[in-house]
């Protein structure tokens, strides 16, 4: 990973999934600090787009690079937090506690640490989620709102300096929503970090600052934004319609 590079860059990628082209020429980039919301329809892209960043799927051409690199290639995963769509239920049949939940999600990050450094930094990252009283509890017993902050905490516990979120709010009421995202923008704003958001909540684009980019038939769109906490100067382009 060099120094200066950003920590999303798309160039001129393709993909299609079963023959059906997707994607068609996407340019994307994302620098440290900012935040890009990707909206549109269900099975415009989006989060195709999130899951060729941390590199879930691979582009059938063009340019991928997380940090300056492949993320094929890519190591140092404690850079990205990635909370992607899932199924409540695919966590709450899980039967660990929250403490546990989020102590696990440290292994993937290839740090050595003592289980008490573990531990500790598990305490802090549910602490900056407001569910510091919660890590005993098992993780069925909590609400779908308190599951995504918890969810948030496993991907903010390696001190992340991008966070890709995938609509992290669906199926919440708008006071959850409304917490979740002042979790983001307060993680933002003490970390720095970048955001690469998939929504189709609008409600807080506004006040999170940040560009929202529509999926729409393949083609995206910048939408407005970027000010306030810093937006990101983003050039998303697309050809082709698809569903993802």
């Known amino acids: 990973m060099s120094a200066g590079s950003r920590p999303v860059t798309l160039q001129d990628v393709r993909f299609s999934y079963r023959g059906t082209e997707v994607l068609r020429g996407v340019d994307l980039e994302l620098g440290d600090g900012q935040i890009c919301a990707l909206v549109g329809d269900n099975g415009a892209g989006k989060s195709t787009i999130a899951r060729l960043v941390v590199g879930e799927l691979a582009p059938d051409s063009g340019s991928v690079r997380l940090f300056g690199q492949s993320p094929a290639r890519f190591r140092d995963w404690g850079l990205v937090g990635y909370v992607p769509q899932l199924p409540p239920e695919a966590i709450s049949r899980f039967p660990a506690s929250v403490l546990e939940l989020v102590d696990a999600s440290q292994y993937s990050l290839g740090r050595r640490a003592s289980g008490r450094e573990r531990r500790a930094r598990s305490e802090e990252a549910l602490a900056r989620v407001g569910l510091a009283a ?61 955001v690469l958001l998939v929504t189709h909540d ?10 929202v980019v529509e999926i729409a038939d393949g083609v995206a769109v910048e939408r407005g934004g970027g000010d306030g906490r810093g937006g990101v100067g983003a050039d998303v382009a697309g050809r082709s319609g698809g569903a993802a």
Do not use: M
């Open 134 to 194: 919660y890590g005993r509890r098992i993780i069925r017993e909590l609400s779908g709102g308190q599951l995504q902050r918890v969810r948030l905490a496993c991907a903010l516990v390696g001190d992340p300096r991008l966070l890709v979120l995938d609509e992290p709010t669906n199926g919440l009421d708008r006071e959850s929503r409304s917490i979740f995202y002042q979790l983001v923008a307060d993680a933002h704003d003490e970390r720095g970090l970048a």
């Open 202 to 211: 609008l409600a807080p684009l506004g006040e999170l600052g940040c560009l």
